[in-house]
């Protein structure tokens, strides 16, 4: 649930530079040495498509074949992706290049999210557990980019089903550490689902090695897709249940949904007294 940031500044002389935050996006730019052009490229090994936004810091005696600062979309798997080419002005005089590079899961620019889609519970049909925090809860959920989250109450090992179709792209399941406390929330095991509509859906504090899926499957809504538990920031074993996207500046933004009920009616979730699932 984070963009990821990249920085770069050069004289154009080197052949190649190019490095990035991880081995799974990399921007990076090739010299031409007959003309002094540089191209910048991008490798993306994540399993869904990415937007990208090149903003540069520095540009002198260069000029570039599209309109800047550059916006752009990367398919899942692309490498030696070709963004753009800048070209030198005069050859004569010395060039310069300078750009930040921000990326983000999906793509922001070309695709709309389907707001009125009516998600399934998160667990197997036929059950029901108690609604621990709801929307704006005060443990969790005032931060922004959670606000409109769930925590759905239950043992751990409680089977998690996908509440919509997509494809698996980010699970972790190696941590046994769980507590009250914010310091714990790096800990927590979790399936993200991309849903292709750029939209997201996060499944949070799943018990160590409780993940039934990988990274790259493709998923059916209602499929167990993992088992719950109680790492991360937790006060009790729950399921934390998130449906997001990201905005025009690649920030996190939670969407509420709307969830089919067995009479076919589709509801928003709110806690009642007892702590049960009601609807609104």
């Not at 897709?225 to 449906?243: A, D, K, M, R, Y």
């Amino acid at each position: 649930m984070k963009y990821f940031l990249t920085y770069f500044l050069l004289l154009v002389s080197a052949l190649m530079w190019g490095q990035s935050e991880n081995e799974l996006f990399q921007v990076y730019n090739v010299r031409d040495e007959a003309t002094g052009a540089a191209t910048i490229y991008v490798n993306n090994n994540y399993p869904c498509e990415h937007s990208v936004l090149i903003e540069f810091t520095a540009l002198k005696n260069m000029e570039a074949d599209v309109e800047l600062p550059f916006k752009g979309v990367v398919p899942a798997g692309a490498h030696e992706f070709q963004l753009l080419t800048l070209t030198i002005k005069d050859l004569t005089k010395p060039s310069q290049l300078g750009y930040i590079a921000k990326h983000c899961d999906g793509d922001i620019y070309t695709r709309e999210v389907d707001r009125s889609y009516v998600y399934l519970l998160p667990y197997q049909e036929g059950e029901q557990y108690p609604l621990e925090q709801g929307y704006g809860g005060k443990f969790s959920h005032y931060m922004e980019g959670r606000t409109h989250a769930l925590d759905f109450t239950m043992k751990e090992g409680t089977p998690i089903c996908a509440a919509r179709a997509g494809t698996v792209i980010d699970v972790k399941e190696d941590s046994d550490k769980g507590g009250k406390t914010i310091k714990y929330m790096e800990y927590a095991n979790y399936v993200t689902i991309y849903h292709g509509d750029g939209s997201f859906a996060n499944y949070y504090h799943l018990q160590k090695g409780g993940s039934q899926v990988q990274v790259g499957d493709e998923v059916e809504a209602g499929q167990v897709i993992g088992l719950s538990g109680n790492t991360g920031w937790s006060s009790g074993p729950h399921l934390h249940f998130q449906v997001f996207t990201y905005d025009e500046n690649m920030d996190v933004k939670s969407l509420p949904t709307k969830f089919k009920q067995k009479d076919g009616k589709a509801v928003f979730l709110q806690k009642n007294r007892e702590g049960y699932v009601s609807v609104h």
